[in-house]
C-alpha cells in the first residue's frame, strides 16, 4: 500500500531531467505537454494518496490517523547514526502534497497561456518540474536532514525562476537577494539541525503519531529528547529557535523578508507556485512538524514565533497599504497572512505543554487550516494579476482601472478571492482566519485584537488593490490605444478552479478533523462572537475602502496622503527596511569585517603560497644546470657513484 | 700453464680502456667500440672462472653466450640511431647531442 507514492516524487523529477536535457529538441507545445502531463499524474496520485489515507485507511485504533511511512532508505551510514530518505505520510504532509500538487498543476496549464512563445519556454517547464519535485520531496520527509537537502533544492530552483529572465538586471539582482537572505537564514537551521541531532542521537521525526513502517523501510533511530534534556535545559529550546530562524527566512518573516517582493522580478505564475502558495509556507510547514517538540520541550520559546508573526503581520500590511505595484501588494499581503499561520502556530495556551490537544493547541489547526486556503485564493490572486498584466502589459497600479468591462473572468475570480482574503463568509479565508483570531483570543486578548486590526487592514488594502485595477481612474490613454482583453482559456481556466476551491472548501470540508494536534476529530465550530466581530469588521474596512478608492476620482485619497506625505512614504519605501540592509552590509560589515579578512586573505595566506612557489622555482633555475644533455657527463657521474658504491662496500 | 690471474689483468684492463674510451671519445662511433670492449671484458671474465674454478659446469659459458647475443643486438640499435642522428645533423659527435636536455 502506497508504494506508488515514490512516483509522486519520480515523475517531476523525470520531466525535469528529459527537459533539462533535451528540451531544446522539444517545441514549446511538446515540452510545456510534457510537464503539465506529469504535473497532472502527480496531482491525481495525489489526490489518491488523501482519498486512500483519509478515507481507505482512516482512523486508528486510537482514534488518530497514523504516520506511514512507505519507502525509507538508509541513505548516508555513520555508525549508530545514518541519514535516510524516503517518504513519510501523515495528515500535514498528505494535507501539503494536495495543496502543493493542485496549485502546481493549475500553474503548468496556466504557463501554457502567460508564457506563450517566451524565450526559453523549455527551461522553464524544467524549473518548474525541479521546483515542484523539491517541494514535495521537503513535505515528505522522514527526518530533518531530507527536509533541510529538499529545502536547499527549492531554495536553488526559487533562485532559477526568480531569475528566470537574466537579460535583465533587476530579476538578477533579485534572484541573488532572495538566494542569499535564505541561504543566511539556512545556516541558523543548519546549526539548529546540528545541534538537535548531536544531542538527540537522531535526525528523525520518530516523535510524530505512532509510525507504521512498510515492510522493507529502514527503521528510524529514535530520537532522545530525555538526553539532550540531561545535557542542557536550554539545547532543545536553542536548537528549535534556531530551525525557526531558517523557517523564518523561507517564510519572509520579519526581519528576513527583504527578499519576498523582490522576488516578484520572475514571471507571475512562479510567484503564484512558489512565493504564495508552497515555497513561503515551507517555515510554517517546519513549525508545524516539528510542533510536539515545541510543546513538550519548549513552550516558552513559543512566544518567539507569536511576536515575530505579529510583527511581521503588522508590518507587512501597513506597507501593502501604500504599494503601487500590484504583484508587490500581493507579495505583501503574503508575507502578512504567512504571518498569521506563524501566530496561530505559536499561540498555544500555557499549561498545557505534556499532551497534545486539540483545544489548547487549536492555532496548529486554524494555520494549517489558513495555510490550505490561503495557497489557493492567493494563487488565484497571483495568476488573477498575471492575467492583468498579461493584458495591461504594466505591474502599476497607475496603468489600469476600470478593467472590469474588459476582463469579466479574471474580474470575478479575483473579487471572490479578495473576499475571501478579507474574510467574508461563507468564503474559505473566513472560516480559517476566524479560527485563528479565536485561538489568538484564547491565548491573550492582545494578541487577538491586535491580529482582527490587522485582519482589518488586509480587507482595506485588498480592496484597494481590487478598486484600483478594476475600478478607479481608467487610463483611458492607453487603454484607447491598446484595448486589454480577456486571457485565453489556458489561463482562465485555473482561476476558475482555484476560485471553486477558495468559495467551497470552507464550509464544504470539516478541515479539523484531518487535521489537528492531538489528531483527534476536531469539529471546527465557529465562536459566534468573534465570528461577527471581524466580519463586520471586515465589511466596516470593505466599505472604507469602497468609498475611498471606487470613484472615477479619488480625493479622499489624495488629501490623506497630501496629510500624512511622510507617513505615506515611509510605507511606500517599506519602512526603509532596505536601506537599513544596505547600510549595515556594506558600511559595517562590508567595510569593517570583510575587508580585513579579504587584506589578510590576500597578502597573508596568499603570501606564504608565492613564496613558497617562487622559492622553488628560484631553486629549480639553479640547479638545471646540472642536466646539461651531454651524455659522457652523465656517464662520468655514473662512474663516479658507481666507484664511491665500490668503495663503500668494500670499507 | 696461464693463471687465472693473468686472464683477469687483461680483462680489467679492456674494461678500463673501455671506460676511459667511452668517457673521452667524442664521436659516437668510438663510444660504441668502448662498450663493445667493456662487455668483452666481462664475457671474458665468465669464461675464466668458468675454465678455472668451476671447470665441470657450463653455466659462465651460457652467459657469455647471451652476453654476446644482447651484445649484437645493441650494436645494431646503436648503428640504427646513429644512422638517424647522422641524417638529422650530418655529424656523429656527441658534442652535438645535446637536444635531449631539460
Known amino acids: 500500500m502506497f508504494t506508488y507514492t515514490i512516483l509522486i516524487l519520480l515523475l517531476p523529477f523525470l520531466s525535469f531531467l528529459v527537459l533539462g536535457l533535451f528540451g531544446n529538441k522539444f517545441s514549446h507545445r511538446v515540452a510545456g505537454l510534457i510537464g503539465t502531463t506529469s504535473l497532472g499524474a502527480v496531482f491525481l496520485l495525489s489526490c489518491y494518496t488523501a482519498y486512500e489515507y483519509f478515507f481507505a485507511v482512516g482512523r486508528g485504533a486510537a482514534g488518530v490517523y497514523e504516520a506511514l511511512v512507505p519507502y525509507n532508505i538508509t541513505w548516508l551510514p555513520l555508525g549508530t547514526l545514518h541519514f535516510d530518505m524516503g517518504v513519510l505520510l501523515d495528515p500535514i504532509s498528505v494535507m501539503m502534497l494536495i495543496v502543493i500538487s493542485t496549485v502546481s498543476f493549475m500553474v503548468h496549464i496556466y504557463s501554457f497561456g502567460y508564457m506563450h512563445g517566451e524565450r526559453g519556454f523549455q527551461r522553464y517547464y524544467a524549473f518548474l518540474s525541479l521546483f515542484t519535485m523539491s517541494m514535495l520531496g521537503l513535505v515528505v520527509a522522514t527526518n530533518i536532514f531530507q527536509m533541510y537537502l529538499f529545502w536547499e533544492l527549492v531554495g536553488v530552483s526559487s533562485y532559477l525562476l526568480i531569475g528566470f529572465y537574466y537579460t535583465q538586471k533587476a530579476a538578477i539582482a533579485a534572484s541573488k537577494k532572495a538566494f542569499i537572505v535564505t541561504r543566511f537564514a539556512d545556516m541558523f537551521f543548519l546549526v539548529g539541525i546540528l545541534i538537535f541531532g548531536y544531542y538527540t542521537g537522531s535526525f528523525s521525526f520518530s516523535f510524530v503519531n505512532e509510525l507504521k513502517l512498510a515492510e522493507g523501510a529502514t527503521a528510524f533511530v529514535p530520537v532522545d529528547a530525555a538526553r539532550a534534556v540531561a545535557a542542557g535545559g536550554l539545547l532543545l529550546p536553542t536548537a528549535l529557535t534556531l530551525m525557526f530562524i531558517g523557517g523564518a527566512g523561507k517564510s519572509a518573516m520579519f526581519p528576513l523578508h527583504i527578499w519576498l517582493p523582490d522576488a516578484m522580478e520572475g514571471p507571475t505564475p512562479v510567484s503564484a507556485l512558489i512565493h504564495a502558495a508552497t515555497m513561503v509556507v515551507a517555515g510554517v510547514y517546519q513549525v508545524a512538524r516539528l510542533f510536539p517538540l515545541w510543546i513538550a520541550y519548549a513552550p516558552q520559546a513559543m512566544s518567539i514565533i507569536v511576536w515575530v508573526g505579529v510583527i511581521t503581520a503588522f508590518y507587512a500590511a501597513a506597507v501593502a497599504m501604500a504599494q503601487s505595484d500590484i504583484k ?324 | 700453464m696461464i693463471e687465472l690471474n693473468y686472464i683477469l689483468i687483461v680483462s680489467a684492463v679492456m674494461m678500463f680502456a673501455g671506460i676511459f674510451g667511452f668517457l673521452t671519445r667524442r664521436s659516437t662511433l668510438a663510444i660504441l667500440l668502448s662498450i663493445e670492449l667493456m662487455l668483452n671484458a666481462t664475457d671474458l671474465n665468465f669464461a675464466a672462472f668458468n675454465r678455472f674454478l668451476f671447470p665441470g659446469g657450463h653455466v659462465g659459458y651460457f652467459f657469455a653466450l647471451f652476453s654476446i647475443a644482447i651484445t649484437a643486438a645493441e650494436s645494431a640499435i646503436a648503428i640504427a640511431i646513429m644512422i638517424n642522428v647522422y641524417r638529422q645533423l650530418k655529424d656523429i659527435s656527441v658534442g652535438k647531442l645535446e637536444k635531449m636536455k631539460w
Open chain 1, 328 to 651: 508587490r501588494v500581493l507579495a505583501f499581503s503574503t508575507i502578512s497572512q504567512i504571518a498569521f499561520m506563524m501566530v496561530a502556530l505559536g499561540v498555544s495556551l500555557p499549561g498545557h505543554e505534556a499532551v497534545l490537544d486539540n483545544h489548547a493547541q487549536l492555532g496548529y489547526m486554524a494555520g494549517m487550516f489558513h495555510l490550505f486556503t490561503h495557497a489557493m485564493f492567493k494563487a488565484c490572486l497571483f495568476l488573477g494579476a498575471g492575467c492583468i498584466i498579461h493584458a495591461v502589459h504594466s505591474n502599476e497600479m497607475s496603468e489600469m482601472g476600470g478593467l472590469r468591462k474588459y476582463m469579466p473572468v479574471t474580474h470575478w475570480t479575483f473579487l471572490f478571492s479578495c473576499l475571501a482574503i478579507s474574510g467574508i463568509p461563507p468564503f474559505s479565508g473566513f472560516f480559517s482566519k476566524d479560527e485563528i483570531i479565536t485561538a489568538c483570543f484564547q491565548y491573550s486578548p492582545l494578541v487577538g485584537w491586535v491580529m482582527t486590526g490587522i485582519a482589518a487592514m488586509t480587507a482595506f488594502y485588498m480592496f484597494r488593490l481590487y478598486y484600483g485595477i478594476f475600478w478607479g481612474t481608467e487610463n483611458k490613454e492607453a487603454h484607447a490605444h491598446h484595448t486589454p482583453h480577456e486571457a485565453p482559456w489556458t489561463m482562465t481556466l485555473p482561476l476558475i478552479f482555484l476560485t471553486l476551491i477558495t468559495v467551497t472548501c470552507g464550509w464544504g470540508v470539516n478541515f479539523g478533523s484531518f487535521v489537528s494536534a492531538s489528531g483527534l476529530d476536531y469539529p471546527i465550530h465557529l465562536d459566534t462572537q468573534i465570528a461577527i466581530t471581524s466580519t463586520v469588521i471586515a465589511i466596516v474596512s470593505i466599505c472604507l475602502a469602497t468609498y475611498i478608492y471606487k470613484g472615477e476620482r479619488q480625493p479622499v485619497a489624495d488629501k490623506l496622503q497630501s496629510a500624512m506625505p511622510r507617513l505615506h512614504q515611509w510605507a511606500y519605501k517599506r519602512f526603509y527596511m532596505d536601506e537599513v540592509y544596505q547600510f549595515i552590509t556594506h558600511r559595517i560589515i562590508f567595510a569593517h569585517i570583510s575587508k580585513p579578512i579579504a587584506w589578510f586573505d590576500r597578502h597573508i595566506i596568499d603570501g606564504f603560497f608565492n613564496f613558497l612557489a617562487w622559492g622553488t622555482h628560484e631553486l629549480g633555475f639553479q640547479i638545471r644546470g646540472f642536466q646539461s644533455g651531454a651524455i659522457q657527463k652523465y656517464a662520468y657521474v655514473f662512474f663516479l657513484g658507481v666507484l664511491a658504491l665500490l668503495l663503500i662496500m668494500i670499507l
